[in-house]
């Protein structure tokens, strides 16, 4: 029986009392009964429903919810709210513990936006509900069966749905796996999503980093609250909110690509480097860095929040420094670290990741476009600009061997000494020595000095010899 084909339907187990139907049509609901819940969950998916109430019956609940949820994955996938009423209480208890055991779904107290709710019969309020489902907002639908996704590389078969929701109403896209990574320990990929289609004149591109809910709400935090508050126009690609969608598993963040724009460690090897800093410092950077505050706290923490503390992960690289000349132990140089006494230490919104390859340069301009702002947050002043200054000098086997002469002058402390820059000197030492420039003021020599250690510390991780060495005799 379908109340109404013209709202969005809510899919309602025939169990379910009529007040909750009521409740839910008084709230601007289409309600549809059902008796079988696998085929309700198939057909609510392919209906574009908001959700579905279903009751488990009375007795050991396993078998029921082994029989709906390989049903219900699709439908939690295209962001359906389901709800499942338990008519015991101590059912439901069960309920929820065998979910979590064999499906890893958190239920009823949770993110239940996009995971399954579980009540008790007792606890089953028809206004809550109804409440419930009146907010929820599924986005976009799987459009798989008239979207084709091509690449060169195959998509990761968890992000495969999330593509076809935030571009439903395309007819192909074009998928470039650009990374894979962990983002604040959580696994995230990276695409870049070309759409064409009919309807469009040519190729537009998108960036999609799909990752855990956690992260993804962390980042859509960011782009929602801050940056359209703090950070001046065209320094950072908009966020495409309708795009941003949710399955059972994963969450995407989608962005606009960075058009015409060259990458920042190209773009100083042909550009002045000096008037690049500069204008990283003064366009996105700079509302930023205008409200720093001091706070006491203890800067050897916050630099082994960058880096590994554990010393095996440094084991290779220490053995390859030793051959070159005496170093520390990884133990030691991070019991160094660790042991730099509490200061008052500078405080700002930063990036968190500011490496070369999250800088871009708007074509025939100086403009500088930042992205990937996962780790962006509160942190020391001296963060993004250490983080760039090791890049510079340790991001990419050319950029290393070619600084390799001046290693030893750039980072003999003091760093923050001013120094000349008219030297025909390789243009990421320039970047180095004007990005020093730029820090003078707002941090001292001290915090400086261990944040860069800290960031050499994860250029090391990789291999790099010559940023192992630094960091021992920065700490």
């Known amino acids: 029986m379908i109340f109404s084909t013209e709202r969005t339907l809510v899919y309602v187990d025939e169990q379910v009392s009529e007040q909750v139907v009521q409740e839910l049509w008084a709230r601007e609901l289409g309600v549809e009964r059902f008796s079988e ?74 993110d239940q936006r996009f995971r399954p709710n579980l009540y008790p019969r007792a606890a089953a309020k028809p206004a809550k509900l109804a409440q419930d489902y009146a907010r929820h907002d599924p986005h976009r639908q799987d ?12 998509v990761l078969p968890q992000d495969a749905v999330l593509l076809r929701r935030a571009f439903s109403e395309f007819q192909k896209i074009q998928v470039e796996r ?46 929602r609250n ?22 059972s598993s994963r969450s995407c963040v989608v962005t606009q690509f960075v058009d015409r724009a060259i990458l920042f460690e190209a773009y100083i090897e042909t550009h002045s480097p000096a008037l690049a800093i500069a204008s990283l410092f003064d366009g996105p950077l700079r509302c930023w860095r205008s409200r720093i505050g001091r706070r006491n706290a203890s800067l050897g923490d916050l630099a082994l929040q960058i880096v590994s503390d554990k010393p095996a992960v440094y084991e290779k690289v220490y053995k390859r420094a030793l051959a070159l ?82 290693i030893a002058r750039l980072y003999r402390p003091p760093l923050l000494e001013p120094q000349p820059l008219c030297r025909p000197e390789p243009a990421r030492a320039l970047a180095i020595e004007q990005l020093r420039r730029q820090v003078v003021g707002s941090t001292t020599e ?21 940023a192992y060495i630094v960091a021992d005799e920065l700490v």
């Not at 050991?60 to 699709?74: G, H, M, Q």
């Not at 459009?143 to 195959?154: F, M, V």
């Not at 650009?178 to 004149?201: E, F, I, K, N, T």
Request: glycine share 8%; aromatic share 8%; charged share 20%.
């Open 325 to 406: 000349q005496s170093v520390g132990t990884p133990a030691d140089l991070i019991a160094r670290i660790r042991a730099t006494p509490h200061m008052d230490v500078s405080w700002c919104f930063s990036h968190g990741d500011l490496h070369l390859r999250n800088i871009f340069v708007k074509e025939g301009s100086s403009d500088v476009v930042l992205i990937d702002l996962n780790r962006a947050g509160d942190h020391p002043a001296s963060r993004d600009p250490a983080g760039l200054d090791a890049a510079l000098a340790f991001s990419g086997v050319t950029g290393a061997a070619r600084l390799h002469a001046t």
């Open 226 to 247: 801050f940056v359209p508050k703090n950070t001046p126009f065209a320094n950072v690609p908009p966020l495409i909110n309708d795009r941003c969608v949710t399955t």
């Open 446 to 466: 001290a915090e400086y000095r261990v944040m860069v250690a800290a960031h050499c510390l994860y250029w090391a991780r990789k291999g790099v010899v010559d």
């Open 143 to 154: 459009n798989g069966a008239h979207l084709e996704i091509t690449g060169r590389k195959p």
């Open 37 to 110: 819940a696998v085929r309700a969950f198939e057909d609510a998916t392919a209906n574009g429903a908001r959700g579905i109430i279903l009751v488990i019956p009375d007795g050991p609940p396993e078998e029921f919810l082994d029989a709906v949820l390989k049903s219900s994955r699709s439908a939690l996938d295209n962001g359906l709210l389901v709800t499942f009423i338990a008519e015991q209480e101590d059912n439901a208890a069960r309920a929820i513990e065998w979910l979590s055991k064999n499906y890893a779904l958190d239920v009823a107290g949770n």
């Open 178 to 223: 650009l990374q894979r990574r962990d983002s604040r320990g959580l696994p995230g990929v990276v695409y870049r999503v070309r759409v064409r289609d009919d309807a469009v004149a040519g190729p537009i591109s998108f960036v999609v980093k799909t990752l855990p809910f956690s992260g993804a709400d962390a980042e859509l935090g960011i782009y």
